[in-house]
């Protein structure tokens, strides 16, 4: 979008010095003059008394005006922020976690009940899973790990199009909790996928506990995940299974290996081949070949009895049974163990609904920090989305001020007057009051597409000032007076003023009140530029001419006096 912007009016600026000014020649002909609609008098009688009142009292208007701007300053540090707004794809993803250690034929089983009640909703049009790591490991998971993907009807097939989507995925989640044996995560596809790829999780929010023992990082988490799910707003609030997988531990008794006689190894290689398995031989068919692997049966491999029988051979001859010289146990042990920059760490995450995401980072980490006492060496950071809003919050911090620091010298250069550039510049600040109006009045959050809409605005509201002060300038070059100059200007101008304005407001009315594809992201930028561009014609109207007037009253006072003086010396020499 910020490149068909620049190239369109890249073009538009080329045609404007090159077609427009031919066509003119061409096609412009006999005498040219302006004249006013019934339009323009009906707001040229409206405009010129409140306008005679702003020159009246040009401090007084020029005090309302800072207010306005401090108002607005401190109402946008209430409205919230997010990175960009959550685009409504039309589908839903859902994760879907069962126990550690669950295999593949259970985990199919409980797909097929999960689906059919995900299905029973007349919204769904269909559902599919994906289970476990394909053979290309793009996306590693184990088999107790399930990514749903539910396709929705087009909404006119609803039995109610108008119900909210989030509406429809607390629905789901009711349903779906009534399945036993799993946990859930709602998401969208492309957004889950683009979380993934930016912060490394699948959630909005993510809360790294950094530290070394996994017990520890276990009951640290699990308290911020309480704390975590008191905060309004979060939803899906998980920590990822540190533990809880099923491990076969087979720990040697020292004593008995050394009255039997049997090496360590021996029983190693004993429980190895019963349980992973070991090769015997190759068989051949063709050119192929195949390994010929020797192990336990599946359903044997878990039952502790037969593993206690297993015989593990002495060195005189025969053997032992395996639970003679060893303790077989099946315990609870990690179920993974992560880590980010060489430091063990627990992920806790957290989807964010009904709210921004930036005052519910800021929340989550007072109640985090008031709340949950961290152990010597653990530390937390937080990731997800709101790395991204805090990286691109950086970015414009360099940016936005370059740019204004940019239009103030090009103004310098067009003016070749500090006070003539600052009084048009002035446009800037005033014409934010309107795009933080507007998007507190559609209680739509500071994101970068807003912000985005915040740079965009600032060119416009420059442009009406400088159609207005040119205008004035040269009315003081021709010898008017400095209020007659101002009057005649705001008066003349104020149709080129409201044209510029319409034109700029109208063109993004359309993404203002669009509901299709993409339109999340659209409606914020639309937002801020509308609503600014109506403050800013307002206090152009009458804030620039106030300012114009106030700025140079001591300047026209200077060069009266010296009129004056030089009159009297003439009339003295005389």
Known sequence: MAITVVLALTAALILSLTLVPAAVALFVTGKVEEKENWLMRWLGRGYRPMLDKTLDWPKAAIAIAIGLVAV??????????????????????????????????????????LEARIRKFPEVKMVFAKIGTPEVATDPMPPSVADNFIMLKDRSEWPDPRKPR??????????????????????QPVKMRMNELIAGVRADVAIK????????????????EAVAGTIAGAEDVKIEQVTGLPMLSVTPKRDMLARYGVSMAAVQDTVATATGGKQAGELFEGDRRFDVVVRLPEAQRTDLALLGNLPVSLPGGGSVPLAEVADISLAAGPNQVSRENGKRRAVITANVRGRDLGSFISELRQKVDADVDLPDGYYIE????????????????????????????????????????????????????????????????????????????????????????????DLR???????????????????PVMMTALVASLGFVPMAINVGAGSEVQRPLATVVIGGIISSTILTLLMLPALYALVHRRDDAEDEAAVADEDAAEASTA
């Not at 540090?77 to 859902?94: C, H, K, Q, V, Y």
């Not at 909790?177 to 799993?182: A, C, D, I, Y």
Request: aromatic share 6%; glycine share 12%; hydrophobic share 50%.
């Open 166 to 187: 989030d509406q429809l995925v607390k629905e789901l989640n009711q349903a779906v909790s009534e399945v036993p044996g799993n946990n859930y995560e709602f998401t």
């Open 72 to 113: 607005s300053g401190l109402a946008a540090t209430r409205l919230g922020s997010e990175f960009i707004p959550d685009l409504d794809e039309g589908d839903i993803a859902m994760h879907a976690m069962r126990i550690p250690g669950t295999s593949l034929s259970q985990s199919v089983q409980m797909q097929q009940a």
């Open 382 to 473: 937080y990731g997800g989305t709101f790395e991204q809003l805090q990286s691109a919050a950086t970015r414009l911090q360099i940016v936005v001020p370059l740019v204004l620091l940019m239009i103030f010298g090009l103004l310098f250069t067009l003016f070749g007057s500090v006070k003539d550039a600052g009084v048009v510049f002035s446009g800037v600040p005033l014409a934010l009051t309107g795009g933080v109006a507007a998007l507190a009045l559609r209680g739509i959050p500071l994101s970068i597409s807003a912000g985005v809409g915040f740079i965009a605005l600032s060119g416009v509201a420059v442009l009406n000032g400088v159609v207005m002060l040119s205008f004035i300038r």
């Open 477 to 495: 070059e021709r010898g008017a007076g400095l209020l007659e100059a101002v009057r005649e200007g705001a008066l003349t101008r104020l149709r």
């Open 209 to 224: 506990l950094f530290g070394d023992d996994l017990d520890q990082l276990l009951e640290t988490g699990q308290k911020i």
